[in-house]
């Protein structure tokens, strides 16, 4: 179901250009040259595991990151012509075009499946580029690679096994402790074992340092992120 929501999250807001103004400014060293910074700036948004699309008014494609690219592939149909936007993403932003006359209307959000299965969640909203200047702004995420990351960081933080980081991804699909035994060939008993491990692990309270993480295992890069259950038991 689409929702489309106000600059507040309930209301318009009349004074929008006034509290943009109002807003901390980044201050950029006077060394860093604006094509370095631009370039920089398109670094940081390809390595980006969310889609970041910026259309003109004419829905023409002005910047896509690699994750937009291939999410636009995987959203079009067999019928479609790869060199254009897919039909269900054009008709969400013709329908955020048309009730984004109206002031109230400032965010839309919906989700749209790819043909492989994926869901992704997607928000269109005005990306002001200057006071009399804008552009669509469209983000996709896949909530796979969202679940992933999230159970990737637990098991860095917290120090999970990789038996017990498949133990807890089952858990948090709501499998229950026959089903997880089932699927990885265990015990219900060593089940219980590593599901109380795992409480243990995130609720002892001690002090943490900080996770070094070896760049092949960079956390913006999850999508090969594969869990190896192993033998372990």
């Keep these: 179901m689409q929702r489309l929501f106000t600059a507040s999250g309930t209301a318009c807001s009349t004074h929008a250009s006034h509290e943009i103004n109002q807003e901390p400014q980044l201050t950029v060293p006077k060394s860093i040259a604006a094509h370095e910074l631009q370039a920089s700036l398109y670094r940081l948004l390809d390595h980006l595991t969310q889609g970041l699309l910026l259309l003109g008014e004419e ?105 017990e980081t498949r133990v807890w991804q089952l858990l948090q699909n709501q499998a229950s402790y026959q089903e997880i035994a089932h699927c990885l060939e265990i015990s219900l008993n060593t089940v219980k074992t590593h599901i109380k491990n795992i409480y243990a692990k995130r609720r002892i309270p001690r002090k943490r340092s900080p996770v070094w993480v070896p760049s092949q295992f960079h956390a913006l890069n999850l999508s090969q992120f594969v869990y190896q259950t192993g033998n372990e038991t």
């Design 59 to 163: 829905l023409n494609v002005l910047y896509a990151n690699p994750y937009a690219y291939l999410f636009l592939q995987e959203l079009l149909s067999h019928d479609e012509n790869p060199q254009q936007l897919p039909r269900c993403l054009v008709e969400l932003c013709q329908n955020f075009l048309r009730e984004s006359d109206n002031c109230d209307k400032t965010l839309l959000m919906d989700e749209l499946v790819t043909l492989q299965g994926a869901v992704l969640q997607v928000q269109v909203s005005w990306f002001w580029v200057s006071p009399l200047r804008k552009h669509l702004l469209i983000t996709l995420v896949d909530r796979s690679i969202v679940g992933q990351q999230a159970l990737w960081f637990d098991q860095q933080i917290y120090g999970l096994t990789d038996r």
